[in-house]
């Protein structure tokens, strides 16, 4: 699929792209430019004829051409610039129902695979349990009879289960953790909980966000603190999250040893751009030898 | 014994109700919501409920709310309550409600840990009679966000393999045979434990694993 002699290929096709690019952004404010031109032109123009309106005489309507030519000229240009404010306006919308509607999806996947497939697996392991129980009563040990084979094969499919279950639910907890129905602190706190080292919290939502903001608060939270565990050497973290209106922040600092970097294609830069769907920030302060607080701000609604 | 099940998913409680029947023990009602498990509860008088977290109408926190409420209201019956995940604070909330009068039992536990029927049988057991049973993954996450670093560091690895067991809920019997040691040096693990941790040493099973967790919260 990827082929030495794509690069080539591609890298036409990149520079491609960003001329007919440029050329679609340019040719619009070109276009805005020499109507503005000719808008001033004419108006510079009807002025002079209004002032030669003597020596003009009985041809003195003229002057009203080039100003009512001014006058459209610049109403279109007012239009083109109202249809541009519409169009950002159009796109913010479809961009937050799209974040609104997956994640929605993604709390409909985790849902169905709650009901579904997690508890069709827990079943199982339950008979697989009980046929193990059952067949460990009935074999005599000495592992050289068919039921011995048997009871291996189950106690085999027991374990292979089990792990299905187990992955299942990490699976379905990485879609949409189901905490988070609950409340983005509740979902906090639990994350807090779960984490490996300490982690002091500060919540302060009196309001809950929207769903979707909610669960890129809860993501952000996530990834920050398992690299705060992962890479820091930090003893303690701390956890805030504050909602004052329009505007939920949250903020993870560590005691360890700082210099985290913002790197193309790292975590930090994923969840920068994750952040960025809905018009949030990301601000990172990570001296050598720490400590490192970042803080994720992003609107109370997409 | 006999038991109530609140368990949403048709399979899951089928399963859990042929499990406890093979065990010798009688399902009395076997219910599919959070408001049932209430009614039967106060119908049939159980030794043991057991409760699943999500359940209709809002599949969010309905059966822990319901068990909270089983604990407050029937102290003569053991609570088990069981998830598909494990969130600590919910074993906080449910330890914390305490109960009506005197030591109802009360558990928290994976649902995977089903799949293990005498185990599961085994806690079921302690629950219903007045003891506790949390998941060794309740009592991994305590031990991992606790920030008494000080005093379980002075633990030998011994003892801390004592300490997690014990906040699981098991006697010192059930600890000795786990380990394979006797009862005697359980004993005394549990001694050095208390008195490393600085905690007053308490006989009752149920009384030490809150003072086990109350001394990790903290």
């Not at chain 1, 919308?93 to 508890?119: M, N, Y």
């Not at chain 2, 030591?103 to 293990?116: E, M, N, P, Q, T």
């Amino acid at each position: 699929m990827y082929a030495p002699n794509d690069s080539a290929g591609s890298s036409r096709s990149v520079l491609m792209r960003f001329l007919v690019r440029s050329w679609e952004y340019r040719r619009p404010r070109l276009w805005v430019s020499v109507r503005v031109a000719c808008g001033i032109f004419n108006v510079v123009l009807g002025v002079l004829l209004l002032a030669s309106v003597r020596r003009l005489g009985p041809l003195a309507w003229l002057a009203a051409i080039p100003l009512a030519g001014a006058a459209l000229i610049f109403w279109t240009v007012y239009r083109l610039q109202q249809d541009s404010v519409r169009r950002v306006r159009e796109l913010e919308q479809s961009r937050a129902h799209l974040v609104e509607d997956s994640a929605a999806r993604l709390r409909r996947i985790e849902r169905d695979l709650h009901d579904g497939a997690q508890a069709q697996m827990v079943a199982v392991t339950m008979k697989l349990g009980l046929a193990m129980k059952k067949l460990g009563g009935m074999t005599d040990g000495t592992g050289h009879t068919d039921l011995d084979r048997v009871l291996e094969l189950v106690v085999a499919a027991h374990r292979g289960a089990k792990e299905a279950v187990t992955e299942l639910r990490n699976l379905a907890r990485g879609i949409h953790p189901p905490v988070l129905d609950q409340g983005l602190g509740i979902a906090l706190a639990s994350l807090a909980a779960r984490s490996d080292l300490p982690v002091e919290l500060g919540i302060d939502l009196p309001e809950r966000p929207s769903a979707a903001i909610e669960t890129i608060a809860y993501f952000c939270a996530a990834e920050l603190l398992t690299n705060v565990t992962k890479h820091s050497g930090a003893r303690h973290a701390t956890l805030e999250a504050v909602h004052v209106p329009g505007l939920l922040r949250v903020r993870i600092s560590d005691d360890g040893c700082g210099g985290a970097r913002v790197q193309t294609r790292g975590g930090l830069a994923g969840l920068a751009e994750r952040i960025g769907t809905v018009d949030g920030r990301l601000q990172l302060s990570s001296p050598p030898g720490g400590p490192s607080v970042v803080t994720v701000e992003l609107p109370s609604h997409t | 014994m006999r038991i109530v099940i609140a368990e949403d998913s048709a399979v899951v409680r089928a399963g859990l109700a042929e499990i406890l029947a093979d065990s010798g023990h009688e399902v009395v009602a076997a219910v599919g919501n959070a408001d049932d498990p209430l009614a039967a509860v106060g119908e049939h008088r159980p030794d043991a409920a057991v409760v699943d977290v999500r359940m209709p109408p809002g599949y969010t926190d309905e059966g822990l709310r319901a068990a909270i409420t089983i604990r407050r209201d029937h102290p003569e019956t053991g609570v088990l309550v069981f998830s598909q995940y494990i969130e600590t604070r919910y074993a906080a909330d449910l330890l914390g409600a305490g109960s009506g009068g005197g030591a109802a039992g009360v558990g928290y536990l994976l649902k995977d840990r089903v799949a293990d029927v005498e185990e599961f049988v085994e806690a079921l057991n302690r629950v219903a009679a007045g003891g506790t049973a949390l998941d060794p993954e309740v009592v991994t996450q305590l031990l991992g966000a606790s920030r008494r670093d000080d005093g379980l560091a002075a633990l030998t690895a011994r003892e801390r393999d004592v300490l997690e067991l014990m906040a699981e809920g098991r006697s010192n019997a059930a600890i000795a045979g786990i380990l394979v040691v006797s009862e005697r040096s359980v004993e005394k693990h549990v001694g050095n434990i208390f008195s490393k941790l600085g905690l007053a040493p308490s006989d009752a099973d149920h009384r030490r694993v809150l003072a086990v967790l109350r001394y990790l919260e903290s």
